[in-house]
């Protein structure tokens, strides 16, 4: 099994700054992307930013300049820095990995159960 473990939502005021982490832990072979995704009630999940294993990053472009994907490949963690957040960016935050867990099968997709964003005006 593999789990993943959301920390750092909370509420915060327009203009203010949060971190989220996550943790991957369990049967790790090795992880491909990481990411965070973020829902609201109503809408489809969207992306938000990803980094691969080598660093590469991806935002989406309502987030660029204002949050920042990093990952420590050693611990198994990915992070985002939330700069200058809006109301817009209340949400539900889910942790996302591509996850291996022998040599000799693909990588899978992950989630964890999400951490809740409040920005308030």
């Known amino acids: 099994q593999v789990q993943l473990v959301e920390s750092g939502g909370g509420l915060v005021q327009a203009g203010g700054s949060l971190r989220l982490s996550c943790a991957a832990s369990g049967s790790i072979f090795s992880i491909n992307a990481m990411g965070w995704y973020r829902q609201t009630p109503g809408k489809e999940r969207e992306l938000v930013a990803t980094i691969s294993n080598g660093g590469n990053t991806n935002y989406a472009d309502s987030v660029k300049g204002r949050f920042t994907i990093s990952r420590d490949n050693t611990k198994n963690t990915v992070s985002l820095q939330m700069n200058s957040l809006k109301p817009e960016d209340t949400a539900v935050y889910l942790c996302?990995?591509?996850?291996?867990?022998?040599?000799?099968?693909?990588?899978?997709?992950?989630w964890g159960k999400g951490a809740l964003v409040t920005v308030s005006s």
């Open positions: 996302y990995a591509e996850v291996k867990r022998v040599s000799y099968r693909p990588y899978m997709a992950y």
